[in-house]
T-cell receptor, first 113, second 115 residues
Framework: NAGVMQNPRHLVRRRGQEARLRCSPM?????VYWYRQLPEEGLKFMVY????????ESGMPKERFSAEFPKEGPSILRIQQVVRGDSAAYFC???????????FGPGTRLTVL | DQQVKQNSPSLSVQEGRISILNCDYT??????FLWYKKYPAEGPTFLIS?????DKNEDGRFTVFLNKSAKHLSLHIVPSQPGDSAVYFC??????????????FGKGTHLIIQP
């Protein structure tokens, strides 16, 4: 019974490049959440998706960031034209339908040079 | 504007004693509260949760207390063990018709269990 999978675990990008972060939820989970953690901070909610639908993207920066959760395949968080301030740990979580507990993946640590 | 506050960045407790981690919230729409434990370079691990209709939930060594009138919750760990050394995050959510909302996290408390 695999947990939430995220890849890559570490990602290094130069300013202006694109970053793609992938998340496979736990089996049977149809709700996916993305969070960002800056150094010395708590996790900040970014976006909540169900299959093929964005439910709540109130925590997403308005520009350069997008997320999807297609019918088949993992959820993708995409950051275009990365800047140094995007350097952070990005965590994905999943939950079963109508449940409050969210189960987190190991995170992707993005470093922008 | 922090809606979930953990005012102690760190806490040091002797092994075998009780660890008490505190959390305050400001948003009265929150109706579900969770505690997560996090080791460096890993994702948060769910520990225990409590619904706003309860004032206590217990699971083994872990007990969470909720005081709705004070908008305060606490996590008790007894007895504390060396493996409990980690950062503990308090989180809150407001359940909506579309399902559970995104969680709002505090900044965490680094618990250090001393031998």
């Amino acid at each position: 019974n695999a947990g939430v999978m995220q890849n890559p675990r570490h990602l290094v990008r130069r300013r202006g490049q694109e970053a793609r972060l992938r998340c496979s939820p736990m089996k049977g989970h149809s709700h996916v959440y993305w969070y960002r953690q800056l150094p010395e901070e708590g996790l900040k909610f970014m976006v909540y998706l169900q299959k093929e639908n964005i439910i709540d993207e109130s925590g997403m920066p308005k520009e350069r960031f997008s997320a999807e959760f297609p019918k088949e395949g993992p959820s993708i968080l995409r950051i275009q034209q990365v800047v140094r301030g995007d350097s952070a740990a990005y965590f994905c979580a999943s939950s079963p339908r109508q449940a409050n507990e969210q189960f987190f993946g190991p995170g992707t640590r993005l470093t922008v040079l | 504007d922090q809606q979930v506050k953990q005012n102690s960045p760190s806490l040091s407790v002797q092994e075998g004693r009780i660890s008490i981690l505190n959390c305050d919230y400001t948003n009265s729409m929150f109706d579900y509260f969770l505690w997560y434990k996090k080791y460096p370079a890993e994702g948060p691990t769910f520990l225990i949760s409590i619904s706003s209709i309860k004032d206590k939930n217990e699971d083994g060594r872990f007990t969470v207390f909720l005081n709705k009138s004070a908008k305060h919750l606490s996590l008790h760990i007894v007895p504390s063990q060396p493996g409990d050394s980690a950062v503990y995050f308090c989180a809150a959510s407001a359940f909506t018709l579309m399902g559970a909302d995104g969680l709002t996290f505090g900044k965490g408390t680094h618990l250090i269990i001393q031998p």
